[in-house]
Nanobody
Framework: QVHLVESGGVLVQAGGSLRLSCVASGRTFSIFTMGWFRQAPGKEREFAAAIRWRGGSTYYADAVKGRFTISRDNAKNTVYLQMNSLKPEDTAVYYC?????????????????WGQGTQVTVSS
């Protein structure tokens, strides 16, 4: 089992910045990819960014590319999502997820463990 706890979600003005954190515990050696997904009211959960736990390769959705940066600190078992130039359409509950699949995946169905989510609200 892997346990994920997100933090950092707050209300921020458009154009502002925010950093989300996700701390993993448990069988972290079984993780290959850590991802951030988001879900806005009335919409499906969508992929935002991911990072390979060992190699550090990163992947981004087009909607956040150039504005969001995912990073990790393996010593702290923590993944971060730095969000800059925030827009009202970035408003969502942000979820941290861990995948045990060897290959990278952006499909939320292929992630095995999920955090409880943290609310990010961007005001215009």
């Amino acid at each position: 089992q892997v346990h994920l706890v997100e933090s950092g979600g707050v209300l921020v003005q458009a154009g502002g910045s925010l950093r989300l954190s996700c701390v993993a515990s448990g069988r972290t050696f079984s993780i290959f990819t850590m991802g951030w997904f988001r879900q806005a009211p009335g919409k499906e959960r969508e992929f935002a960014a991911a990072i390979r736990w060992r190699g550090g390769s990163t992947y981004y959705a087009d909607a956040v590319k150039g504005r969001f940066t995912i990073s990790r600190d393996n010593a702290k078992n923590t993944v971060y999502l730095q969000m800059n130039s925030l827009k009202p359409e970035d408003t969502a509950v942000y979820y941290c997820a861990a995948s045990q699949s060897f290959s990278f995946t952006a499909q939320h169905g292929n992630y095995d463990y999920w955090g409880q989510g943290t609310q990010v609200t961007v005001s215009s």
